[in-house]
């Protein structure tokens, strides 16, 4: 790992020289409420002391709509058309460490047989600029489920703010090694007296211990904990859209005319009823509790068992969207709390 | 250009042709458009495809026809939902897509030298009669086989002109029923539900495998027969169905507990059924 100081000016001077070379450039948008592009000539915004943007920056490596290919039907025959323009360079800057570790959890589910190149063409051209976290609210709860809001997994390059403005910048990975160097005039070497950083909040407290609520998911799948929960439950899925690891999705085909189209990959949600609904009319998660239990015990229990990792980052987002005030932190704590 | 390896792009079959089996259960018969293709095919009896309507999407289901007859593949469908209605209005000579095989496969290996009983009900028959082709085509590897279907009624009997064939082969018992009040005038097979036909006529469970597939309330009234006459969970196999979309464990729909239905099964024996969350 090495270590240089970017100022605020040169992080705006790299973007434009990024644009100039080709590369999409992505950061916080000013209301927060998401990562947009940055256009040429704008700043990049860095909000170590923000609330966490409303969507997580997921959609930079798996896209909301990805299309797989183009379909140009004529009277009995059919053409497939690879998709053009997949995994342009890109670099996103300022996302929080629960937004980081995203990609390494998705790229098992992506990758442990069947490999999925959309997902990964589009990691390996990404870099990702992460920031420390100085945000605390009641949502958060990253040191739960094995996170900090000081680490640099799944960082490239590791941000952090200074007291004089600058950001101490750490390479993380080969490929953000590479990238500074490849820019090396716009960071600075350390020197002594800027390097103070600018103290942080103390971490969120622990909330629940996963190991032990996995154990209680083990034995629990038929337990009438689960019972109440759909009946708040909207099954609105808001949640899994804001989640940086939710990844269920579905395969449509769009047509465009009547001889042309796309088949796409969607995003969709395991709260919504059609998700698991047979052809028949068979559904095997019926009610609204059997699909959230579904989604607890996906990222508690069923990821763990098969990825050795816990699908979630603890970024709170999906309770502080949640229109009924559902949380998933409290949900799990419950759960924690039961023996 | 894409320079990735897509795995969700199909290769593109040819309806050579199509088999009405009753007035809403079909059979195609795929061809692949590339010759290499299909020279290469190869899957095991069980084992699952998509299939693609361009323009409309993809669906699963089995591949009914054995991998002991490659030179076409064929699968049977009911016009159910979006894509499979829209399978219904196809005509010989049309393009579809195929992704596959995915999924695990019937334990043939271990199911040869002993006694094998097959037991389907309505379009529950098509993974299974992959099985049952396959076997016949091995017979001599094989002890007893017995083979017992059931529909609701006659005209919902899917694959009729080869249970007459099944009938006729002198190495082969094959009972088939139809539910009571399904039977018309001119039947002659069993009227009866299949688990009370099953234990009529199935052999007992010692050194037998049981293939099973068919409505839910039929595997769950079959099981305790099968239980009774002394079948191991081990030696009673099912294939389970649940909605899929990718059939390469990543969608995340077709799960049971921590069980990817199409990479983890669509096969599963009782021993493992009995793990799995009521959740399918």
Not at chain 1, 13 to 34: F, H, K, M, S
Not at chain 2, 111 to 123: L, P, T
Not at chain 2, 165 to 178: A, F, L, R
Not at chain 2, 239 to 247: D, I, Q, V
Request: one cysteine or more; aromatic letters at 10%; charged letters at 25%.
């Amino acid at each position: 790992m090495n270590e240089y100081i970017i100022t605020s000016t040169n992080i705006n001077q790299l973007a434009g020289e990024l644009l100039n070379e080709g590369y999409n450039v992505v950061a916080e948008a000013e209301d927060g409420t998401a990562f947009i592009a940055v256009a040429a000539g704008s700043n990049v915004i860095l909000n170590p002391f923000g609330k966490p943007t409303n969507l997580s920056p997921k959609q930079y490596i798996f896209p909301k709509t990805e299309t797989l290919f183009y379909y140009k039907k004529s009277q009995t025959d059919v053409e497939i058309i690879d998709p053009t323009g997949l995994g342009h360079k890109t670099v996103i800057f300022g996302t929080k460490p629960c937004d980081s570790a995203a990609n390494k959890i998705l790229a098992k589910v992506f990758n442990w047989d069947y490999k999925d190149e959309f997902f990964n063409k589009r990691v390996e051209n990404t870099v990702v600029i992460g920031l420390k976290c100085g945000y605390r609210d009641a949502q958060c709860f990253c040191t739960s489920v094995g996170l900090s809001p000081e680490s640099g997994e799944g960082s490239d390059v590791f941000l952090t703010p200074l007291e004089n403005g600058d950001y101490l910048a750490q390479t993380i990975t080969e490929k953000g090694a590479k990238f500074v160097e490849e820019h090396k005039k716009m960071f600075d070497a350390i020197s002594a007296d800027k390097n103070k950083p600018v103290p942080m909040p103390e971490a969120p407290a622990k909330k629940f211990d996963a190991a032990k609520v996995k154990v209680w998911l083990d034995s629990n799948f038929e337990n009438e904990f689960w019972d109440g929960l759909g009946d708040l439950c909207l099954g609105c899925a808001q949640c899994a859209y804001v989640c940086p690891t939710c990844h269920c999705f579905d395969i449509v085909d769009e047509n465009f005319d009547y001889t042309s189209g796309r088949r796409v990959k969607n995003w969709d949600c395991c709260q919504f009823t059609m998700f698991t609904k047979h052809a028949s009319g068979h559904n095997p998660r019926s009610v609204q509790s059997d699909r959230f239990r579904q989604r607890v015990n996906h990222k508690f229990k069923y990821y763990p068992d098969r990825f050795d990792m816990i699908l979630c980052t603890g970024c709170g987002r999906c309770s502080r969207g949640c229109g009924v005030g559902m949380d998933i932190s409290e949900i799990v704590q419950a759960i924690d709390n039961l023996k | 250009m894409l320079t990735i390896e897509n795995i969700y792009k199909p290769d593109l079959v040819e309806i050579i042709d199509i088999i009405q089996e009753t007035p809403d259960i079909q059979t195609f018969k795929l061809k692949f458009k590339d010759p290499e293709v299909q020279k290469n095919y190869s899957f095991k009896a069980g084992q699952f495809a998509e299939y693609s309507v361009f323009g409309e999407g993809e669906c699963t289901f089995c591949i009914a026809s054995p991998p002991t007859r490659m030179e076409f593949l064929e699968c049977s469908f009911k016009a159910a939902g979006k894509v499979t209605k829209a399978m219904s209005r196809m005509n010989v000579g049309d393009t579809m897509g195929l992704r596959g095989p995915y999924g695990n496969w019937f334990p043939i290996e271990q199911m040869k030298g002993k006694n094998v009983v097959f037991i389907a009900g309505g379009i529950g028959l098509a993974p299974v009669r992959c099985i049952i082709k396959n076997v016949l085509d091995l017979r001599s590897e094989f002890k007893d086989v017995t083979i017992v279907y059931g529909a609701r009624s006659v005209n919902d009997l899917v694959y009729k002109y080869e249970l007459e064939e099944w009938k006729n082969m002198p190495d082969v018992k094959t009972v088939v029923t139809v539910d009571p009040g399904g039977e018309t005038p001119e039947w002659t097979g069993e009227v009866g539900f299949v688990p009370t036909i099953v234990e009529k006529v199935a052999p007992s469970g010692e050194d037998t495998v049981a293939i099973i597939c068919g409505p839910p309330i039929m595997i769950k009234y079959t099981f305790p027969v099968l239980e009774k006459l002394g079948f191991k969970d081990d030696n009673i196999i099912t294939t389970l169905e649940n909605r899929m979309k990718c059939g390469l464990g990543k969608c995340g729909r077709c799960n049971v507990g921590n069980i990817y239905v199409c990479k983890d099964g669509p096969v599963f024996n009782l021993t493992q059924m009995k793990t799995l969350p009521d959740e399918y």
